[in-house]
């Protein structure tokens, strides 16, 4: 039988300790985990629907004189005031059909750079993950010093061991700068200044190292990391697997990694059987249903709920005592198996 939907804490007659605040909009980009971005149906080969269109807006916009923006001088470079930059994030978050109307609109190419810069400096981990970071500096630091075909097979090995949504994204990322670097000798911009645009931004060491770290360290780390962003821009198919460009006219479809209805049915079919059971069953947990707050269940109810189709691993979750809403793809592996409901 469906779940009765309970509210407050006269549902369950126990405080409601830790209750969430106001939810997202459920289709949010900026500041929502890759892992759980790259699996709604509508992501281009993995790439977020809006960030693949503010790539695309950069790489075939022009400005209202007809100047392709790929040709202005200073791209990635030119700040945009702040209150208009996060005007235009909050529109974009506001769902992604109208995102990407306005998107198609915009005539300032630094309007969209910003953009761009800011979803990436957003992600919750970064394209390349705290746990990966040592091994790409390292590798970035130790370039000098290694044959070119040794260096490469060793990127190209560091590319194989990120998570397949990073490493779709970052694929993304540098075949999008290298039409940007294309363009050097117009908007001066060429591999190794875009690199050093965004190393910081995509290479982030975790929390504690980063407390700890020298200033000399961290400048020698974002120069290691730009060396080994602009390898990746200039030499990419030799650092990645055989991928498809999600910038063809091909990839213009629905995303061909794991939608939210595979994963969906791949999840029913197991069962839940393998996911870790790292929750309390006492840990309240709040969902959004067609936009309402509805809560506080528990782990297992929220389980099952997934399981009988009521919410989707692209739902909005709340774990009590947690710091966010997130998308249920991310949460899931805390919830109960269903043999223990």
């Known amino acids: 039988a469906m779940l009765a939907e309970k509210s407050g804490s006269a549902a369950t007659g126990k405080p409601t300790v830790g209750a969430p605040h106001p939810m997202p909009s459920p289709r949010t980009t900026f500041g929502v985990p890759l892992d759980a971005l790259s699996l709604r149906a509508d992501a281009v080969g993995g790439v977020p629907r809006v960030v693949h269109a503010l790539l695309l807006r950069l790489l075939h916009g022009a400005t209202t004189d007809g100047t392709a923006f ?23 978050d506001s769902g992604p059909d109208g995102a990407i109307a306005r998107i198609a609109t915009v005539t300032d190419p630094h309007v969209i750079a910003s953009t761009i810069k800011l979803y990436y400096r957003k992600l919750p981990c970064p394209l390349i993950p705290p746990a990966h970071y040592s091994s790409f500096i390292a590798c970035g630091a130790n370039a000098s010093d290694s044959p070119a075909d040794a260096h490469l097979g060793l990127l190209a090995s560091l590319m194989l061991q990120l998570p ?3 490493m779709l994204n970052l694929f993304a990322l540098v075949e999008f700068l290298g039409s940007v670097a294309a363009h050097e000798y117009s908007n001066r911009m060429s591999a190794a200044n875009v690199a050093l645009v965004f190393a910081p931004t995509i290479c982030k060491p975790d929390h504690a190292a ?43 479809t629905p995303a061909t990694l794991a939608s939210e209805a595979e994963a969906q049915t791949l999840i029913s ?32 109810e929220l389980a099952a709920l997934l399981a009988s189709g009521r919410i989707s691993l692209s739902s909005w979750v709340f774990e009590g005592g947690t710091a966010d809403w997130q998308e249920l793809a991310v949460a899931v592996e805390r919830l109960p198996t269903l043999s223990t409901i």
């Open 70 to 92: 790929l040709d202005v001088e200073g791209i990635f470079r030119i700040a945009v005031a702040p209150d208009e930059l996060e005007d235009f994030r909050r529109h974009l």
């Open 164 to 166: 397949q949504p990073n």
């Open 210 to 252: 980063a407390r700890t770290a020298s200033a000399s360290d961290e400048l020698a780390d974002v120069g290691a990391a730009a060396q080994v962003l602009r390898t990746l821009i200039t030499r990419r198919t030799e650092c990645f697997p055989p991928l498809s460009s999600v910038f063809a006219a091909s990839a213009l």
């Open 269 to 300: 079919r197991r069962s839940i059987a393998d996911l870790n059971v790292r929750s309390s069953a006492t840990t309240d947990w709040w969902y959004s249903d067609n936009g309402q707050q509805q809560g506080p269940v528990t782990a297992g």
